[in-house]
């Protein structure tokens, strides 16, 4: 990202011109991040004083419709109340370009409102209204005074809020707003006004005050499912021309604006549960999820056809056409995008949705007495729910530890006690701070008792940013006593550290092998004891035993990967096939898939049908669970009365289902 300039400074970005004031003057000392007490036991808003409500923050119009789908979708279906927030204003060279005509003079303002138009009528189809439904246009005001547009539609019991905050995505100097905000504290920028908006006066932001309005959003909508965008992406090498082509900042794969939305979103979720533990208050219970962006096209895709067909359908409506007679006079969609742009784009952004933090869902485990312990991250902390009757699930106990990004390894040691792996947002300061990850420990003391103090085990990167790119946890009891723990690195390889049987942990090493792999690793000790590990690389599947790679050629896989008794299930590229050792494993649909074997039931599967149902494979049957609330996530566990399937609602509280 490029540093901004050392003084203060008000970069107004107003209809048609960016323009500049400058200032001499004093800047506030930085404003240290909050850091959420990690100490367990503190309360957590129950699951019956709360619904569940999807909010989501994107850094420009569209954001949504390329990255966070069908997640989105999906839960809009179920009934789940949606809020999408967009940081800037997606104003651009203020160009609406049309295919084939010649370039109209610039101008910001109406291609802003342009593109508002265009999510409007995407998330209009999305409601199953027609495109040009009237929406309830408003100025919201935010903490500090400062002022939002917020359009509304209801279909029924379904309702979607867009919240337009409008700051500029660029300045005069041609350097990008919202990553200066980010890196200097002494920096303010000045919104946009779109045409046509009820928002009729600009206002100022600094750091502080973004994270601010973020967090009052926080508050006000108290949501149960945040979805963000990556603030951690991948280090790319690309060239200089393939790096301007495809819209990434320098050395990273992804837009400049996507990871500053996201590290600020980051951060303010930390402050707003961070200010809860301060005032003794209950710790807002929601689950995070955040997506890759422009990683989509660096990787096989995974989308089926039929879900990208869906998914590219709502980008047809945002993108519009200037023939249509929506009722806006600056323009009706973001006209480049419409059509078949999305499918024909080679950046083949619309034909994939990743996690940042793949995980399988809630780690299971069985209790003394046989019921079910389900842990997850909650409010960005470790938390236990338990089963008091089954399919009956206590309140979630605070386990601390926080702030946790939404991915939990676990292993049970051989007595039946549990360890918690996760990965700690030790700082995300901002302006100018520490951003920093780090590997954490929480072990059992006895089986299905209390535990011991969070353990910190470092990060095999040496420096904070290469750290950052540290991936989801995964771990797996080996026969002889010892635990493995994988992640994926910054090099894009595996890193490993191992537990020995009286609980010493050895160094982080890297696995050999040269060949990249996506996050998403699947680990599983097979009859003879032995420990294997998979990953999906580029052009196929990489393979570990016993930390040795082996040679055999597998094929290629579009998503993450599941392994059970030393096999191997992966998905085809841009398809919904699962296959696995005899070929066609019979569980088609999208997402990740779980495995576990057992001698009395042999290889379960868990996965996601293209519908969104979960559904489960048994030897030859495949059963669908066909109603109740959606599985944000899900695991599986295997008891001598056959599979349980556990997953975690869109209100933040857990499911059983025992097919």
Not at 167 to 190: C, F, G, I, S, V
Request: aromatic share 6%; proline share 8%.
């Amino acid at each position: 990202m490029t540093t901004a300039p050392r003084r203060r400074t008000v970069l107004a970005a107003a209809l048609a011109v960016t323009t500049a004031a400058a200032g001499c003057s004093v800047p506030e000392p930085r404003r240290t991040a909050p850091t959420a007490d990690p100490a367990p036991g503190k309360p957590i808003a129950s699951a019956r004083t709360r619904r569940a409500l999807l909010l989501q923050i994107a850094a420009h119009p569209d954001d949504d419709l390329y990255f966070m789908n069908p997640d989105s979708q999906r839960l809009l279906d179920a009934g789940v109340p949606l809020v999408s927030v967009y940081v800037t204003a997606g104003e651009h060279t203020g160009r609406n370009r049309v295919a084939g005509m010649p370039d109209t003079p610039p101008d910001r303002a109406a291609y802003s409102s342009a593109r508002h138009q265009g999510l409007r009528q995407s998330y209009a189809a999305a409601l199953g209204l027609p495109l040009f439904t009237p929406w309830r246009r408003r100025v919201l005001t935010l903490p500090g005074g400062r002022r939002a547009e917020i359009d509304t539609l209801d279909r029924g019991r379904r309702r979607v809020e867009l919240v337009f905050l409008n700051l500029p995505m660029h300045t005069n100097r041609r350097y990008m707003a919202l990553p200066a905000l980010w890196q200097d504290r002494a920096l303010e920028l000045r919104t946009h006004l779109s045409a046509g908006s009820p928002v009729t006066r600009s206002d100022t932001y600094d750091y502080d005050q973004l994270v601010g309005v973020l967090v009052g959003l926080l508050a006000r909508y108290r949501p149960t499912v945040v979805h963000t965008l990556d603030p951690d992406p991948d280090i790319q090498l690309s060239d200089e021309a393939a790096r301007r082509r495809d819209s990434e900042q320098p050395g990273y794969s992804d837009h400049g604006d996507h990871t500053a939305v996201a590290s600020f979103t980051w951060a303010a979720l930390n402050r707003w549960v961070a200010d809860a533990v301060r005032d003794g208050e209950p710790i807002p219970a929601f689950t995070a999820t955040a997506f890759r962006g422009y990683y989509n096209r660096h990787w096989p895709k995974n989308l089926p056809p039929r879900l990208l067909a869906a998914k590219a359908a709502r980008l047809v409506p945002y993108g519009g056409d200037p023939s249509w007679e929506c009722g806006n006079p600056s323009g009706c969609g973001d006209y480049g995008v419409g059509g078949e742009r999305p499918l024909t784009n080679g950046k083949g952004w619309v034909r994939s949705t990743h996690h940042r933090w793949p995980t399988a869902g809630p780690a299971l485990a069985e209790q003394p007495d046989g019921r079910l312990a389900a842990y997850g991250v909650l409010g960005l902390r470790a938390v236990r729910w338990r089963e008091t009757a089954p399919g009956v699930w206590s309140e979630p106990a605070d386990l601390g530890g926080g702030p946790l990004a939404p991915a939990l390894g676990s292993a049970v040691l051989d007595d039946g006690r549990v360890l918690l792996f996760g990965v700690r947002f030790s700082a995300i300061d901002g302006h100018g701070g520490r951003n920093r990850r780090e590997l954490v420990l929480l072990e059992q003391r006895s089986p299905g008792g209390p535990f011991l103090a969070w353990r910190g085990l470092g990060n095999p990167e040496r420096t904070d940013d290469r750290g950052r790119r540290v991936g989801a946890p995964v771990a797996v009891a080996a026969p002889d006593g010892r635990v493995h723990l994988f992640v994926r690195n910054a090099d894009r390889n595996v890193s490993t550290r191992v537990r020995a049987a009286d609980g010493g942990w050895g160094p982080w090493r890297t696995l050999p092998g040269t060949s990249e792999v996506q996050d998403g690793l699947a680990a599983s000790v097979d009859g003879t004891g032995r420990t294997h590990l998979y990953a999906a690389g580029r052009e196929s599947v990489r393979h570990w035993v016993d930390g040795i790679e082996q040679t055999d050629p597998l094929p290629r896989s579009g998503s993450t990967v599941a392994a059970a008794g030393g096999d191997l299930y992966y998905r085809r590229p841009a398809s919904g096939a699962l296959l696995g050792p005899g070929g066609d494993a019979g569980l088609d649909g999208f997402g990740g898939v779980v495995a576990a074997r057992s001698a009395a039931r042999g290889t379960v599967l868990l996965g996601t049908g293209e519908d969104g149902r979960v559904r489960v494979r048994t030897g030859d049957r495949v059963r669908t669970r066909a109603d109740g609330a959606p599985g944000v996530s899900a695991a599986l566990h295997l008891g001598e009365a056959g599979p349980t399937v556990v997953g975690l609602g869109p209100d933040g509280h857990p499911w059983s289902w025992r097919p």
